[in-house]
């Protein structure tokens, strides 16, 4: 798969046409953390038609430890 800091993967979906869908969450610093989604394609490589890039993450402010646990398609 492609490069993509996701510290810790915590779910993990299959989709259409083989993409995958991972999320977790990507540590910011020593006290945040931000919720962290990636979409791949069946080859392996991040799908661009998914956020741009193939990968968003968001969160909540400084402080905060944003994890994904589930992911609901």
Do not use: H
């Not at 810790?8 to 540590?27: K, P, S």
């Not at 799908?47 to 993450?57: H, L, M, N």
């Amino acid at each position: 798969m492609a490069e993509f800091e996701i510290g810790e993967e915590r779910a993990l979906a299959r989709w259409d046409a083989g993409r995958i869908v991972v999320a977790g969450r990507t540590v910011v610093s020593e006290t945040t953390s931000d919720f962290a989604v990636a979409r791949y394609l069946a080859d392996g490589s991040l799908d661009q038609d998914f956020a741009g890039d193939g990968r968003v993450t968001l969160g909540f402010g400084p402080g905060a430890w944003d994890e994904a646990y589930q992911i609901a398609l």
